[in-house]
């Protein structure tokens, strides 16, 4: 093959891989430039929410307890309203039903004396370690900001990958898929996806980068609606839990559904 056959094949190659990346492109990972304008945008759209929402839900809950197979053994579902003001949540049992082996029996009166018990002991717990005031956008003792790693303090422990123009339950979305570089049970990593328009956030998909002592498995899904622009609200809710040791292990998934938002003044 002479050296100017070489050349043009050479040439064609080139310009073959040159289309596709240009169409890859199409599927966009944004330059360095652009992924910290991004995280950016992010962490100040999060800031941007209400640090004291107050709102009232109903929410169903759907706990499912497994077997070692992770075949259910159990499923209880609970109905109740939920009131958020000032960082406290409270809760309001409406009913709670059980199904095990076949057979549904009412636990209402049971499960809300539970419910109680767990709240009041969360209450001292807070309270022994200074946060007094919960979190004002979960309502619970775990912190959303704990779980997103947008933060000029925490970037420079996870690396990020930002594709645009993707979708999320048919709607156009930005996803950020985020790794820790530092694992840590308290560096989460994952998936979240933002609206494009807004940098909402709209849903996270996070597990902890080094599981906890005696944790197995931990995953969280969360959706979320933004109410009235400025008060980010946990819409769906999906958590995974295996941990536990020899004679008390939990192996659960939870399933939270909230509807009838009304935001308070």
Excluded at 53 to 69: E, G, L, Q, Y
Excluded at 131 to 154: A, I
Excluded at 221 to 237: C, D, H, N, P, Y
């Amino acid at each position: 093959m002479t050296s100017y056959r070489l050349k043009w094949r050479l040439i064609g190659f080139c310009a073959g891989l040159m289309s596709l990346a240009l169409s890859a492109a199409g599927a966009q990972t944004p330059g360095a430039q652009d992924l910290a304008s991004f995280l950016d945008k992010a962490a100040q759209k999060i800031k941007s929410y209400s640090e004291n929402a107050s709102w009232t839900a109903n929410v169903v809950s759907t706990i499912t307890k497994m077997d070692r197979k992770w075949t259910p053994e159990s499923v209880t579902v609970v109905t109740k309203s939920v009131k958020l003001s000032g960082g406290d949540r409270e809760e309001v049992i409406l009913k709670a039903e059980e199904t095990k082996k076949g057979k549904t029996k009412d636990i209402t009166k049971q499960y809300a004396e539970d419910a109680k018990e767990t709240r009041d002991k969360e209450k001292k717990r807070r309270a022994k370690e200074g946060d007094g005031g919960g979190n004002s956008r979960r309502g619970g003792s775990m912190s959303l900001d704990s779980l997103l790693p947008f933060s000029e303090q925490k970037r420079g422990q996870f690396d990020f990958q930002l594709t645009e123009n993707t979708a999320l339950d048919g709607r156009p979305a930005v996803l950020l898929e985020v790794t820790a570089k530092v694992k840590d049970e308290k560096n989460w990593e994952g998936r979240f996806y933002f609206d494009p328009m807004t940098i909402d956030l709209l849903r996270i998909e996070v597990r902890p980068s080094e599981n906890p002592s005696m944790v197995k498995e931990l995953e969280f899904r969360m959706t979320f609606e933004i109410l009235e622009g400025r008060t980010l609200a946990v819409k769906s809710s999906w958590i995974k839990i295996n941990g536990g040791f020899f004679l008390k292990h939990v192996r659960q998934v939870i399933e939270e559904e909230y509807t009838g938002f009304e935001v308070l003044k």
